[in-house]
Protein backbone atom coordinates (compact mmCIF):
# COMPACT_ATOMS: atom_id res chain seq x y z
CA UNK A 1 0.00 0.00 0.00
CA UNK A 2 1.15 3.16 -0.84
CA UNK A 3 1.63 6.06 1.70
CA UNK A 4 2.39 9.70 2.09
CA UNK A 5 4.19 12.23 4.21
CA UNK A 6 0.41 14.57 4.28
CA UNK A 7 -3.14 14.52 3.21
CA UNK A 8 -2.27 17.57 0.48
CA UNK A 9 1.01 15.71 -0.71
CA UNK A 10 -1.69 12.51 -1.80
CA UNK A 11 -4.48 15.10 -3.18
CA UNK A 12 -1.48 16.71 -5.47
CA UNK A 13 -0.54 13.32 -6.69
CA UNK A 14 -3.72 10.78 -7.37
CA UNK A 15 -6.10 13.85 -8.34
CA UNK A 16 -7.23 13.73 -12.09
CA UNK A 17 -5.30 17.09 -13.84
CA UNK A 18 -8.21 19.39 -14.76
CA UNK A 19 -6.43 19.87 -18.66
CA UNK A 20 -7.09 15.77 -18.84
CA UNK A 21 -10.92 17.11 -17.82
CA UNK A 22 -11.23 19.65 -20.23
CA UNK A 23 -9.20 17.29 -22.94
CA UNK A 24 -12.75 14.98 -22.82
CA UNK A 25 -15.02 17.83 -22.42
CA UNK A 26 -17.59 18.89 -25.19
CA UNK A 27 -20.86 20.88 -25.35
CA UNK A 28 -22.97 18.28 -24.06
CA UNK A 29 -21.03 16.85 -21.39
CA UNK A 30 -20.29 20.76 -20.27
CA UNK A 31 -24.34 21.49 -20.63
CA UNK A 32 -24.81 18.20 -18.95
CA UNK A 33 -22.64 18.86 -16.18
CA UNK A 34 -24.43 22.92 -15.77
CA UNK A 35 -27.71 21.01 -15.39
CA UNK A 36 -26.57 18.68 -12.90
CA UNK A 37 -25.03 21.09 -11.21
CA UNK A 38 -28.12 22.95 -10.87
CA UNK A 39 -30.19 20.20 -8.94
CA UNK A 40 -27.51 19.56 -6.65
CA UNK A 41 -27.25 23.48 -5.82
CA UNK A 42 -30.85 23.65 -5.61
CA UNK A 43 -31.68 20.73 -3.50
CA UNK A 44 -29.36 22.41 -1.40
CA UNK A 45 -31.55 25.16 -1.13
CA UNK A 46 -34.94 23.01 -0.48
CA UNK A 47 -32.91 21.36 2.41
CA UNK A 48 -31.94 24.42 4.05
CA UNK A 49 -35.55 25.54 3.87
CA UNK A 50 -36.68 22.70 5.25
CA UNK A 51 -33.45 22.62 8.09
CA UNK A 52 -34.83 26.18 9.13
CA UNK A 53 -38.12 24.21 9.70
CA UNK A 54 -37.06 21.10 11.60
CA UNK A 55 -33.84 22.37 13.30
CA UNK A 56 -34.88 26.05 14.24
CA UNK A 57 -38.45 25.60 14.79
CA UNK A 58 -39.23 28.41 11.85
CA UNK A 59 -42.34 28.06 10.07
CA UNK A 60 -42.13 26.46 6.52
CA UNK A 61 -41.58 29.20 4.42
CA UNK A 62 -43.72 27.59 1.29
CA UNK A 63 -43.27 30.38 -1.40
CA UNK A 64 -39.73 29.57 -0.87
CA UNK A 65 -39.93 25.57 -0.92
CA UNK A 66 -42.24 26.08 -4.29
CA UNK A 67 -39.59 27.85 -5.83
CA UNK A 68 -36.86 25.96 -5.27
CA UNK A 69 -38.88 22.80 -6.50
CA UNK A 70 -39.58 24.65 -9.52
CA UNK A 71 -35.91 25.50 -9.93
CA UNK A 72 -35.45 21.62 -9.33
CA UNK A 73 -37.87 20.94 -12.41
CA UNK A 74 -35.94 23.21 -14.65
CA UNK A 75 -32.54 21.74 -14.06
CA UNK A 76 -34.24 18.56 -14.23
CA UNK A 77 -35.87 19.37 -17.23
CA UNK A 78 -31.99 20.24 -18.76
CA UNK A 79 -30.83 16.54 -17.26
CA UNK A 80 -33.39 14.68 -19.17
CA UNK A 81 -33.21 16.68 -22.39
CA UNK A 82 -29.30 15.98 -22.53
CA UNK A 83 -29.85 12.08 -22.17
CA UNK A 84 -32.78 12.19 -24.18
CA UNK A 85 -35.27 10.46 -21.90
CA UNK A 86 -38.87 12.42 -21.14
CA UNK A 87 -39.97 12.53 -17.40
CA UNK A 88 -42.86 10.14 -18.31
CA UNK A 89 -40.56 6.95 -19.03
CA UNK A 90 -38.27 7.95 -16.17
CA UNK A 91 -41.16 7.70 -13.97
CA UNK A 92 -42.51 4.93 -15.54
CA UNK A 93 -38.96 3.56 -14.66
CA UNK A 94 -39.27 4.65 -11.09
CA UNK A 95 -42.25 2.79 -10.52
CA UNK A 96 -40.83 -0.80 -12.20
CA UNK A 97 -37.90 0.10 -9.40
CA UNK A 98 -39.80 0.75 -6.16
CA UNK A 99 -42.13 -1.97 -7.28
CA UNK A 100 -39.84 -4.69 -7.58
CA UNK A 101 -37.57 -3.21 -4.19
CA UNK A 102 -40.88 -2.91 -2.34
CA UNK A 103 -43.29 -5.85 -3.49
CA UNK A 104 -44.56 -6.40 -0.24
CA UNK A 105 -44.37 -2.58 0.76
CA UNK A 106 -41.78 -0.83 2.77
CA UNK A 107 -39.76 -2.78 4.90
CA UNK A 108 -36.20 -1.84 6.25
CA UNK A 109 -34.87 -5.65 4.59
CA UNK A 110 -36.60 -4.71 1.17
CA UNK A 111 -34.41 -0.92 1.59
CA UNK A 112 -31.29 -2.46 2.35
CA UNK A 113 -31.76 -5.51 -0.68
CA UNK A 114 -32.77 -3.22 -3.27
CA UNK A 115 -33.86 -5.94 -5.29
CA UNK A 116 -34.33 -3.95 -7.95
CA UNK A 117 -30.29 -3.69 -8.70
CA UNK A 118 -30.10 -7.08 -10.13
CA UNK A 119 -28.72 -6.84 -13.72
CA UNK A 120 -29.33 -3.15 -14.87
CA UNK A 121 -26.91 -1.54 -16.66
CA UNK A 122 -27.48 2.36 -16.21
CA UNK A 123 -24.55 3.04 -18.80
CA UNK A 124 -25.92 5.74 -21.77
CA UNK A 125 -24.03 5.90 -24.82
CA UNK A 126 -24.21 9.47 -25.35
CA UNK A 127 -21.94 10.09 -22.63
CA UNK A 128 -19.74 6.36 -22.52
CA UNK A 129 -18.48 5.76 -26.08
CA UNK A 130 -18.64 2.07 -24.51
CA UNK A 131 -22.08 2.15 -23.03
CA UNK A 132 -25.34 0.34 -23.39
CA UNK A 133 -27.64 2.36 -24.91
CA UNK A 134 -30.66 1.38 -23.30
CA UNK A 135 -31.74 2.86 -19.76
CA UNK A 136 -33.33 -0.77 -19.05
CA UNK A 137 -31.79 -4.03 -17.64
CA UNK A 138 -28.76 -5.27 -20.02
CA UNK A 139 -27.27 -8.20 -19.64
CA UNK A 140 -24.30 -6.99 -21.09
CA UNK A 141 -23.53 -4.75 -17.77
CA UNK A 142 -25.29 -6.95 -15.56
CA UNK A 143 -23.91 -7.39 -11.97
CA UNK A 144 -23.86 -10.95 -12.73
CA UNK A 145 -22.16 -10.57 -16.14
CA UNK A 146 -19.31 -12.03 -16.42
Known amino acids: ?14 KKPGVHVLDNLTPERVDLWHAVTGVVTEA ?3 MDAVKK ?12 VV ?3 GDLEFYLEQV ?11 LEKNMEKLGKRYSEGYSD ?3 QERADK ?12 SGCKNVIP ?5 LNAS
Open 1 to 14: MKTWENHGRMVGEI
Open 44 to 46: GEL
Open 53 to 64: LVIYNKPLDLEN
Open 67 to 69: EEL
Open 80 to 90: RQNIRVGRAII
Open 109 to 111: KAA
Open 118 to 129: QGLCGRMDAFSP
Open 138 to 142: CAAHS
